[in-house]
C-alpha cells in the first residue's frame, strides 16, 4: 500500500542553523509533492510546491528537493528562527484529486 | 486568515449522538475537503467534493456523510459517534479540482470532543 514516511521525532535546532526534514514515499509515483506547514491547534498552511521535473525549488529561506529515483524529498529551512518551529508535513500527490498527508515532522528552534 | 470558515470551533456531545459540522470555502474556490486529525494519527482524508459533486473518498467511515451545497459551504455529518470519533476536522479549500496548480487552504477546524 502506498506510504508515506517522515521523521516522527522531533527536529531540535539552534537559531541560525538550517533544519532539513525528510518526506521518503513508497508504492507509488507522484507527479508532484507539496509540503505544509501546522501550528498546534491551527489548520495546515501551502509553503511550496514541486513537481517531478523539477529538482529544487526555492522560495526566500526554503528549499524542496524532490528525488523520483530515492523516492524522497527533501525541506530545508535556512537561517532557522524560533518562529519556525511547527510541524512540517509533506504530501506526494498521484491522484490529483487526493491529498495525502505523512504524519509531520515537529521542529523546533531554540535561541 | 486563510479565508475558510468553520464552525463551531468547539463541540463537546455523547456517545450515540449526531452532530453537523459546516464549512464556508474562500470566496470562488469550487472544491470542499474534508479531514480528520487525532492525536496519535496525522490528518486522514474523509471525503472531497467539487462544485456540488462528490469526487474522492478517503476512509470516511459509514456514520459519516458529507454534502456540499450550491452556495458551496459544505458540512459534515457524524452520527452513532463513539469516543474514538473526538479529533480535529479540518475542512480545505481549493479553486479547482485539480491540486497541481491549487493548493488546499484550510480552516483552523472544529474541535470535537465525545463523552
Known amino acids: 500500500s502506498q506510504k508515506i514516511e517522515q521523521n516522527s521525532e522531533a527536529l531540535n535546532i539552534q537559531e541560525g542553523k538550517t533544519a532539513t526534514l525528510t518526506c521518503n514515499y513508497t508504492?507509488?509515483?507522484?507527479?508532484?509533492l507539496q509540503w505544509y506547514r501546522q501550528d498546534p491547534g491551527r489548520g495546515p498552511v501551502f509553503l511550496l510546491l514541486?513537481?517531478?521535473?523539477?529538482k529544487e525549488k526555492r522560495k526566500e529561506r526554503l528549499k524542496v528537493t524532490f528525488d523520483t529515483t530515492l523516492k524522497q524529498s527533501l525541506f530545508h529551512i535556512t537561517a532557522s528562527q524560533p518562529a519556525d518551529s511547527a510541524t512540517y508535513l509533506c504530501?506526494?500527490?498521484?491522484?490529483?484529486?487526493?491529498?495525502?498527508f505523512g504524519t509531520g515532522t515537529r521542529l523546533q528552534v531554540f535561541p | 486568515d486563510s479565508g475558510v470558515t468553520q464552525t463551531p470551533k468547539h463541540l463537546i456531545t455523547a456517545t450515540g449522538q449526531r452532530v453537523t459540522l459546516r464549512c464556508s470555502p474562500r470566496?470562488?474556490?469550487?472544491?470542499v475537503y474534508w479531514y480528520q486529525q487525532s492525536l496519535d494519527q496525522g490528518l486522514q482524508f474523509l471525503i472531497q467534493y467539487y462544485n456540488g459533486e462528490e469526487r474522492a473518498k478517503g476512509n470516511i467511515l459509514e456514520r459519516f456523510s458529507a454534502q456540499q451545497f450550491p452556495d458551496l459551504h459544505s458540512e459534515l455529518n457524524l452520527s452513532s459517534l463513539e469516543l474514538g470519533d473526538s479529533a480535529l476536522y479540518f475542512c480545505a479549500s481549493s479553486v479547482r479540482d485539480s491540486l497541481e496548480n491549487s493548493p488546499l487552504h484550510f480552516g483552523n477546524g472544529t474541535r470535537l470532543t465525545v463523552t
Open positions: 470566496s470562488g474556490d469550487l472544491s
Open positions: 514541486i513537481r517531478e521535473n523539477e
Open positions: 508504492n507509488y509515483s507522484p507527479a508532484y
Open positions: 504530501a506526494p500527490i498521484m491522484n490529483t484529486d487526493k491529498l495525502i
